[in-house]
DNA sequence: TCTGGGGTCCTAGGACCC
DNA sequence: TCTGGGGTCCTAGGACCC
């Protein structure tokens, strides 16, 4: 039998700020989003706080899946309650949290054969045949969890099941029940104690199940993960797809996921931020998208990457009720594949002047990068697209077609002729430009396109 | 006054090809 | 009765995660 944990930390960032001013520890405890918009974490003082006095403040406007009442919360609305409770808010400090997460996965990497990186704050270790070797995993894990502690002043729960969605589970109830000391081993327990578990979770808090899927399954009388576990699978897999029937089986302790152990590379790469003011100025605004741009590329290229898409979205603010909405995208393809921060840029500028209208309060602002490869491939894809002329993608013959395109049309026109074209119509340039057949067409290509 | 910032996967249907 | 059939690519939309 395959054998996961889940470790994961407690209200990770609210706990990050109390390590480093334990004097904190009693107090509640919040955490804001980026220009201090809403809160993103919150200690378990602060919620409980936030549970007594709900009706306060309303259950907010995000529709989370799970919510607690206190997450997400816009600041501004809960403000001077949490002041007359003499709650400690943090204004969020990424770097800290990315190097508390970098040494608490370092630490946990040590306690299991194999490990993945789930999440900022969150590690699934294979503790597969490891009883012969540290005997009960309970004490094991209490272990870890003690370590993780004394370490970097991290609380952490620990869940163990036999597959991914049941150590989730364990995990969950292992923060909620104090009985279990935030070490649940459902491995452990008899069949029927683990059913009685299960009944006692809500549909809503199994791993994968969202409020759409809750509300419909819900609907279907299926309220607990115990529901789940034992519903007709043939039924819910036409109903619902593949991974719900996966969400099944894996509460009946059938891994269906495994543990991945490298991250796999970006497939798309997105920067997008809420500006602290609105924003009128395409100057201002052509400042932002430069520097999500360049963000962006830099981050694609720690992963060797070359992006063959590119978007740009602008938006007015949406709680804004008196002022007219406005949110626009525009798109293009790259006809050559790049990671270079000047091409980016500008492109992203040019796409921004598209759907800039003067006369809007913007908002936020958003460059995403897409269709990334490794370097080498996309080369061979972007200029071999039919078997026939891979043998030599870099040929004379073709090299000799760009330079002519280039020499014809300016350096760059490239870019700009594949402007706004659907991913069929690229292709078909690209074959155009590839083939011997139309190098002699080459005004004609530029020319439709 | 003030409302986050990232990502992934699956499916159905249409276009197109042979 | 039954009006071809199989395959791929692309897109949009819907769901989920932290």
């Not at 520097?291 to 590119?310: D, F």
């Not at 040929?395 to 350096?411: H, I």
């Amino acid at each position: 039998m395959l054998i996961f944990a889940l470790v994961d930390a407690n209200s990770f960032y609210a706990s990050c700020e109390i390590s480093f001013r334990p004097d904190l520890a009693k107090r509640p405890v919040v955490v804001l989003s980026n220009n201090d918009g809403c809160i993103v974490a919150a200690n378990q003082i602060a919620k409980d706080l936030a549970n007594q006095h709900t009706q306060n403040y309303g259950s907010g406007g995000y529709a989370s899946a799970k919510p607690t009442s206190m997450m997400f919360q816009p600041y501004f609305k809960v403000a001077s309650f949490l002041e007359r409770h003499n709650t400690a808010v943090f204004s969020s400090n990424y770097e800290l949290y990315g190097d508390m997460s970098a040494r608490m996965h370092r630490m946990l990497g040590e306690f299991a054969a194999a490990q993945e990186i789930y999440s900022i704050d969150e590690s699934f270790l294979d503790l597969t045949g490891m009883t012969g070797l540290v005997g009960d995993l309970t004490a094991y894990a209490q272990m870890i969890k003690q370590k993780i502690h004394q370490g970097l002043g991290l609380p952490v729960a620990v869940g163990i099941g036999s597959s991914k969605t049941l150590a989730k589970l364990a995990n969950h109830l292992a923060k909620k029940r104090v009985q279990f000391k935030g070490v649940l081993d459902l491995t452990a327990v008899s069949e029927d104690t683990l059913n009685a578990l299960l009944k006692q979770v809500e549909i809503g808090d199994v791993w994968g199940v969202g409020r759409r899927y809750a509300d419909k399954l819900v609907a279907m009388g299926i309220k607990s993960a115990y529901d789940l576990k034992v519903a007709n699978i043939k039924t819910l897999r036409k109903q619902f797809g593949v991974i719900m029937e996966r969400m099944v089986r894996e509460l009946n302790g059938q891994a269906c996921l495994t543990l991945e152990m490298v991250p796999p590379d970006k497939k798309q790469i997105v920067r997008s931020k809420s500006f602290g003011q609105p924003v009128h100025d395409l100057k201002k605004l052509e400042q932002a998208v430069a520097t999500y741009a360049a963000r962006a590329a830099e981050k694609l290229r720690q992963q060797h990457g070359v992006c063959q898409y590119l978007s740009v979205s602008i938006r007015t603010n949406p709680f804004k009720q008196d002022q007219p909405f406005y949110a626009n995208h525009h798109a293009m393809g790259l006809v050559y594949p790049t990671d270079s921060t000047i091409l980016i840029t500008k492109l992203a500028k040019r796409l921004l002047k598209r759907i800039y209208q003067p006369g809007c309060a913007y908002h936020k602002a958003a460059v995403c990068l897409g269709e990334i490869s490794v370097k080498g491939a996309m080369q061979l894809d972007v200029f071999a697209p039919d078997p026939q002329y891979s043998a030599n993608p870099k040929s004379d013959a073709l090299m000799s077609v760009m330079d002519k395109v280039n020499a014809k049309f300016g350096k760059g026109s490239l870019e700009l002729a594949s402007q706004g074209l659907k991913q069929k119509e690229q292709w078909a340039m690209r074959r155009a430009m590839c083939s011997p057949r139309y190098t002699t067409r080459i005004d004609e290509v530029m020319v439709v396109y």
